[in-house]
């Protein structure tokens, strides 16, 4: 039993275990300001500007309440529906969700900070200085 409870603490104390428990930690919290930040700052100008178009109360009615089950023979006590608008407003939401996501992701990769350019290679020395090297040379032999 020790031996299995010290692969588990190897196990979890990897670095990438670690990073990754992170990750999902900061995941949750970037995930709870970008649904905010649709919620309640994108999506009611988008409401407004489409006149207060919400697709969730559209469905297809597959059988009413009150038939009977096509099947059993039984009474329905509620429709049976097929609830297509409430998969637009998913997939709306999560378009502007990914997008949004995006451009967070474009600002903070450019608020990084840029790696320094690698110092150039000094340029060669013209032909003025190639004689004054040779000259020095030539007066430190004498």
């Known amino acids: 039993m020790s031996r299995m409870l010290r692969e588990f603490k190897e196990f979890a104390m990897k670095g990438n275990v670690v990073d990754l428990a992170v ?16 919620q309640d700052v994108l ?4 409401g407004w500007i489409t006149g207060g178009l919400d697709f969730k109360d559209k469905v297809l ?5 009150g038939a009977k089950h096509l099947i059993s023979g039984k009474v329905l006590t509620s429709d049976v529906v097929v609830s297509y608008g409430k998969f637009i407003n998913a997939t709306i939401q999560f378009l502007i969700q990914a997008f949004a996501i995006f451009i967070m992701v474009k600002l903070i990769n450019s608020a990084k900070r840029q790696p320094e350019a690698a110092p150039s290679a ?21």
């Open 61 to 65: 009615v597959l059988q009413p309440k």
């Open 23 to 38: 990750g999902v930690i900061i995941g949750v919290a970037f995930g709870a300001i970008v649904s905010s930040m649709v």
């Open 122 to 142: 000094p340029p060669a020395p013209t032909r003025d200085q190639e004689l004054l090297v040779e000259i020095r040379d030539a007066l430190r032999t004498r």
């Open 43 to 46: 999506m009611p100008p988008l």
